[in-house]
């Protein structure tokens, strides 16, 4: 009886609880301020580099008017840019320019080359989507088996034809791919079978890192101790898997879904401009090819807003789904 | 670790993944034979002439008298310039990774040896470069500066840098005491080689395709981009123009993988 | 548990008994503490219990709870018996509840996993009903407002009490208690954790590991002191606390020195603490000492503590 009285006085009512809500707002806050000031230095430093070489070459109106420019065009440039005055002065017009997305005219297009990269947007969108999801279904399968036999001797060979499966780059298996399915650059632009293809060869590259990637998370997690606690209260094998290995190594590994996506971008300039898919990344290709330097620009200051945008939405959603990352001030003792 | 930094992991810091409980000898065996192979290779290459231009014997096939894999649409013997791939690779890789090395070396320390406001800087221009997409940096500063070997190996390594800086910060930072000189040292000098090797396997796939899409090396070089992109145009009358080069470009980038992985194994953290 | 015996192989393949000859019985409402140092085997008897011995660990002889043999069962058979039968209290709870799910729905999943056969229409608000019950049960104020608390928010001996009340969800038989104060530094509270442990014998029975002999007699009737794997002295706890006769005992209890601390080798021959025993005679570096009755316990030694030579 001394003894509940104790209980009683002793009672633990643990830290006064701050509501979630502000631990939260303020962490998003905080992570999205630091997303834009990424975003702001990569392209402060993309315009500074390119404002350097154009500056550097030969002739940097008619590299900034685009080759192909009529004189008209190139004279223009000229002026546009300021390339007469100091330099100081010619480097603000650039960045100003930058900032108030005026990126020219395509003389090759013939059109506003900030438009014309909207216009590709959705065609590379719906590719990266389409991959992401394939990706994800086949990684997150095989990364959840294989991470499952972390001691055993599958896993050695499993490991060992992921390993070498990534190492064939997608720039060959898709020009395998071209060749096997008879394809020419002329051929069968736009179709099914070049989005499937190209869907094909981009998986191809992501798949084995990402599900090596899942693999160790999934082994990471089923060693935590909470899965014994689970184990000992009498749980199946099927309820530790989905109710306490999967939930939080798919949410270590959900961290990894913006490099995939910044992977992805990278690899799609190459994907697209092999199978003629007319999204962002043939578009720039293109441009290099033709000089094309207003179009160049404005792909490379799109695809960085949308990088880091991508990242942006996977803090939130990370922020969202993790408990722990809501900074809730810690409790005493603990 | 916060999410974003777990995130580099993915394909840049991959001896950072738990190791498998079984180690495996034969990664580290075949990737160092196979890298010897294509070092030989090159050297190979290197003694070689590849530009004959000899516009009456194009499109040769394999197994015709003096072009054991056939020629390509100029006329060049594809096993010359196969081999001569290999040197070029190399003669691009190799510094570049090295480059890579010392700068991301320098800005790891640099961050572990820092508190506070710098190192947070540091950690963010790291994560910025790690994270961003490779190519739609690295195509346009080459197409602006131009194609040629030195614009292709400044970018490459620089761009390359920050996996490195990410795993020597890794080894190095122990939070509040950072390690004196001497054991730092020690700890970068076991973290960059697996580290080392995959990026030379990255670089080589990069310098490919950089050069495939024309924004790489010179059009008369070896590179195998230059051969897959004539290879593109003609695969139909002359497949072998493209998987010569893609089997060398293989068994190069199998080889790094598989060495940087059996030594990320072997001096790695150990099992997660 | 009679003459359990739970066996690992070394790297040269040999099997290596980690646990050896443990035979103890406990009934509802008592308490047995298991004392040891760490290394000594007290997990290993908690985690037989549970059948939680991990690959390629062999347990062999009798574990019989509810008139049912524990030993030899697969696990799905193990399913039935964990957490309903006989439930495990983990020691420093700070990574024992997984930190992305609320502790409430931890301890539902306990409840839901195990009442089968319950009417439909009500299993939801029952379950939710039983664990709030097991939270208040376990001294946790305010339960509604816990429940939908995650592990982090929880200070340390909060957190053991929300383990208790887990075992506690379905009402076993048999509690196992694996170092219950571990992570808990004040006196007080280390207190009141000992008591909501001695509520529990109301209605069941419960063994108690802990390496500190005052922490087992504070709890537990009796009590069995371990030293590398085996049982070398058991009885009365407030007897064996007050005039230890094995000399690992009187070590525990601070009463004799250390010699000197030496790695665990059960393969050898003879006594096992001889090593380290300062009441270590010839005869204990050759044979084994069995398990005899003196004065009111029981003691494996050639030469206990305390006797006049």
């Known amino acids: ?334 | 670790m916060t999410g974003p930094m777990l995130a580099q992991e993915m394909g840049l810091s991959r001896r950072l993944m738990p190791v498998p409980a079984f180690p495996m000898p034969g990664l580290l065996i075949g990737g160092s034979i196979g890298l010897m192979l294509v070092a030989v290779l090159g050297l190979i290459g290197a003694g070689l002439i590849q530009e004959h231009v000899t516009p009456t014997q194009r499109l040769l096939a394999p197994g015709t008298l003096g072009h054991p894999l056939g020629t390509d649409q100029l006329g060049r013997d594809v096993l010359a310039r196969t081999l001569g791939g290999f040197r070029w690779s190399l003669a691009v890789v190799v510094p570049a990774t090295a480059i890579a090395a010392f700068v991301g070396t320098l800005l790891g320390l640099a961050a572990a040896a820092n508190r506070g406001w710098t190192r947070t800087i540091l950690e963010s221009v790291t994560e910025s470069a790690a994270g961003f997409p490779f190519f739609v940096l690295a195509a346009p500063i080459i197409g602006l500066a131009g194609r040629g070997y030195w614009p292709l190996l400044m970018v490459l390594g620089i761009v390359s840098s920050a996996p490195f800086a990410i795993a020597v910060f890794e080894s190095t930072w122990r939070g509040r005491y950072p390690m004196g000189l001497t054991r730092a040292l020690h700890a970068v000098w076991r973290a960059l080689p697996a580290v080392g090797a995959f990026m030379v396997a990255d670089l080589v796939v990069a310098e490919v395709c950089l050069s495939f899409l024309g924004a790489g090396a010179p059009a008369s070089a070896p590179s195998w981009g230059n051969m897959l992109a004539d290879a593109r145009q003609s695969v139909a009358a002359a497949p072998w123009m493209l998987y010569v080069p893609a089997t060398a470009l293989l068994l190069t980038v199998v080889s790094a993988n598989w060495f940087g992985e059996g030594l990320g194994q072997l001096w790695g953290p150990g099992p997660g | 548990m009679d003459e359990v015996r739970v066996q690992f192989p070394d790297a040269r393949g040999r099997w290596v008994p980690r646990l050896d000859g443990i035979s103890f019985a406990v009934e509802r409402g008592e308490a047995l503490g298991i004392v040891g140092e760490p290394g000594s085997g007290k997990t290993l008897v908690a985690l037989s219990v549970l059948g939680l011995i991990p690959p390629p660990g062999h347990v062999s002889g009798s574990i019989r709870l509810l008139g049912h043999e524990l030993v030899g069962l697969v696990e799905p058979e193990w399913w039935r018996v964990r957490g309903r039968d006989v439930a495990m209290v983990f020691a420093d709870a700070r990574y024992s509840l997984n930190p992305v799910r609320t502790v409430g729905s931890q301890i539902e999943e306990a409840v839901d996993r195990h009442y089968e056969g319950f009417p439909h229409g009500m299993t939801r608000r029952w379950v939710r009903e039983r664990a709030l019950e097991a939270l208040a049960e376990a001294g946790v104020a305010r339960p509604r407002v816990r429940f939908r608390d995650y592990p982090h928010q929880l200070v340390g001996d909060l957190r053991q009490r929300v383990m208790i009340a887990l075992a506690g969800a379905n009402r076993p038989p048999l509690y196992v208690a694996d170092e219950p104060t571990a992570g808990i530094t004040d006196p007080v509270r280390a207190q009141v954790m000992l008591h909501m442990l001695r509520r529990l014998l109301n209605a069941a029975a419960l063994v108690l590991m802990t390496r500190d002999p005052a922490i087992a007699a504070a709890v537990c009737k009796r009590v069995a002191v371990i030293h590398a794997g085996r049982v070398v002295e058991t009885g009365p706890a407030d007897l064996i606390v007050t005039a230890p006769r094995h000399p690992y005992t009187a070590e525990l209890l601070d009463a004799a020195p250390r010699t000197s601390a030496t790695a665990i080798n059960p393969i050898r021959p003879g006594c096992a603490f001889a090593a380290r025993c300062p009441n270590a005679i010839e005869q204990c570096r050759r044979l084994r000492p069995p398990l005899e009755p003196l004065d009111g316990r029981q003691v494996a030694c050639w030469n206990p503590w305390g006797e006049t030579a």
Do not use: C
Request: net charge positive; charged share 10%.
């Open chain 1, 1 to 334: 009886m001394a003894g509940a009285a104790l209980v009683k006085l002793v009672s633990v009512e643990g830290p006064p609880r701050e509501e979630d809500g502000y631990g939260l707002a303020a962490h998003i806050g905080k992570r999205l301020a630091y997303r834009a000031i990424q975003l702001a230095a990569v392209l402060l430093t993309a315009t500074t580099l390119s404002f350097i070489l154009v500056r550097l070459s030969a002739s940097p109106a008619a590299l900034l008017a685009g080759a192909g420019a009529t004189p008209a065009q190139v004279r223009s440039a000229h002026l546009a840019y300021g390339l007469d005055g100091p330099i100081l002065r010619q480097y603000l017009t650039f960045l100003v320019r930058a900032l108030r997305l005026d990126f020219g005219q395509s003389p090759v297009h013939q059109a506003v080359a900030l438009e014309l990269v909207r216009q590709r947007l959705p065609a590379t969108l719906a590719l990266t989507a389409v991959v992401l999801v394939v990706t994800g279904l086949v990684a997150v399968s095989v990364g959840v088996w294989l991470g499952l036999r972390a001691g055993r001797p599958e896993h050695g060979w499993a490991f060992r034809l992921l390993l070498t499966g990534q190492s064939l780059p997608a720039l060959a298996l898709g020009l395998v791919l071209f060749h096997v399915f008879g394809l020419t650059p002329a051929s069968a632009v736009g179709s099914p079978l070049r989005f499937t293809l190209a869907v094909l060869t981009l998986a191809w590259w992501l798949v084995p890192r990402s599900a090596r990637f899942t693999a160790g998370t999934v082994a990471g997690a089923a060693r935590q101790s909470w899965v014994l606690t689970a184990r000992a209260m009498g749980a199946t094998s099927r309820e530790l898997l989905w109710g306490h290995v999967l939930p939080n190594s798919l949410l270590a590994a959900l961290a990894l879904v913006g490099v995939q996506v910044a992977f992805l971008l990278s690899a799609a300039v190459v994907v697209e401009w092999l199978f003629g898919w007319p999204g962002v990344g043939e578009l720039l290709a293109g441009s290099l090819h033709t000089g094309d330097f207003p179009v160049v620009e404005a792909t490379v200051f799109v695809l960085a807003v949308l990088v880091f945008a991508v990242y942006a939405a996977v803090d939130l959603t990370l922020a969202a789904a993790d408990p722990r990352l809501r900074r809730t001030p810690s409790p005493a003792g603990v």
